[in-house]
């Protein structure tokens, strides 16, 4: 028996029967030989790792643009804190904690410069729109490994597809459990540091956020994040893990905590205000792509075969971080010093 063998067994014993288990994964778009040391999430969680678009969610904005300061998230963090939620919650309920891993550690890899800035605008301009849950998914098949991409299983790829995120509803009862898992862990994550960062970037005081939130919630970071990590793994125990669920009170105090920072954080000018800027930025140097397509695909583009130009300037685009936007921006559009003395 190989060591992979031996590990998939283990989920014999460990997981519930709702699981998602690592022998019995529908597989990889392009079949291949199962690592013997590996079940096959693990793997794909080393895959997502290891990936260059992951070491570009270092420098992309999670809300605060370009943040000079130390201590606010990025889209990077965001992800550690997303894949840290996930498995103590799929851990705390018996579920295939390495496809919550590899699922959140893909979920944003798509994501544009700029936070939901750089989004809208590509949304906006490329023929057909943009979501950043399709690019993450564009990533991993095709962008990833020279068009070759990291051909995972379907049960990660379906995950990063599940994963979409807006004002609706925090659930999808419909996915497996541990895309389930993400997604909830993903809300879970943002709302509470979002928050957390709002505070630190001035935009709000502690006692800002409605009283009945704080009351529900609690008064800090770490108690938020601990009181709905609990309050989802008790109520999805005992909906017999028919679904990854909040309770009614902590749901809705979570829906007010939402509300809130879309209208006092999101949505204010004093932050929007940047996104403005950065929204320019974005439209001019997709624009210059368009204009010299030629010299876009000899110099810049990745080339896929039969690709329109606008998908690959939006590729381009959506795979910068936001110091690489600027400094190309600054490079393409602004005079530069002469530099021999
Ligand atoms: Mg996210």
């Known amino acids: 028996m190989t060591i992979r063998e031996s590990l998939e067994q283990q989920e014999d014993l460990i997981l519930c ?11 990889r778009p392009r079949p291949e030989p199962a690592c013997d040391i590996r079940p096959a999430f693990q793997h794909d969680r080393d895959r997502v790792l290891h990936c260059k678009a992951f070491r570009r969610l270092k420098h992309k ?18 992800t550690l804190e997303v894949s840290q939620i996930g498995r103590t919650l799929a851990r705390a309920l018996r579920l295939n904690e390495s496809l919550v891993e590899a699922i959140a550690l893909a979920h944003d890899l798509g994501h544009t410069p700029f936070g939901h800035a750089g989004e809208t605008v590509l949304a906006r301009l490329r023929p057909g729109g943009f979501h950043h ?7 991993v098949d ?3 490994k020279a068009g070759q991409g990291l051909n995972l ?3 990660v790829r379906d ?3 599940q994963h979409t995120k807006g004002k609706g509803d925090l659930l999808l009862a419909a996915a497996p459990l541990e895309a389930q898992v993400v997604r909830i862990s993903d809300a879970v994550a943002y709302l509470t540091a979002d928050a957390d960062d709002a505070v630190r970037a001035g935009v709000l005081t502690p006692e800002d956020i409605p009283e009945a939130v704080r009351r529900t919630l609690g008064e800090t970071h770490g108690m938020r994040i601990d ?7 008790r109520h999805t125990l005992e909906r017999g893990l028919e679904a990854v669920v909040m309770g009614p009170e902590v749901h809705e105090a979570t ?7 879309y209208e006092r954080v999101y949505d204010n000018p004093a932050v929007h205000g940047d996104f403005v800027k950065a929204t320019k930025i974005l439209e001019e140097l997709y624009d210059y792509f368009l204009r010299r397509p030629d010299w876009f695909l000899d110099n810049l583009a990745q080339p896929i075969p039969g690709a329109e130009i606008e998908d690959l300037a939006t590729d381009f685009i959506a795979g910068m971080t936001d110091r690489y936007a600027l400094a190309l921006y600054e490079n393409l559009f602004m005079p530069q010093p002469w530099k021999v003395f």
């Open 17 to 27: 029967d709702q699981a998602t288990f690592s022998r019995r994964t529908r597989g």
């Open 61 to 78: 904005t999670q809300v605060f643009l370009a943040p000079a300061g130390d201590h606010y998230r990025t889209r990077l963090t965001h």
């Open 133 to 139: 849950s399709l690019q993450s998914l564009r990533v």
């Open 142 to 144: 095709f962008l990833e």
């Open 153 to 155: 299983t379907h049960e």
């Open 159 to 161: 995950g990063i597809l």
């Open 227 to 233: 009181t709905m990590v609990r309050d989802v793994v």
């Open 255 to 261: 829906m007010g905590l939402r509300e809130f920072l």
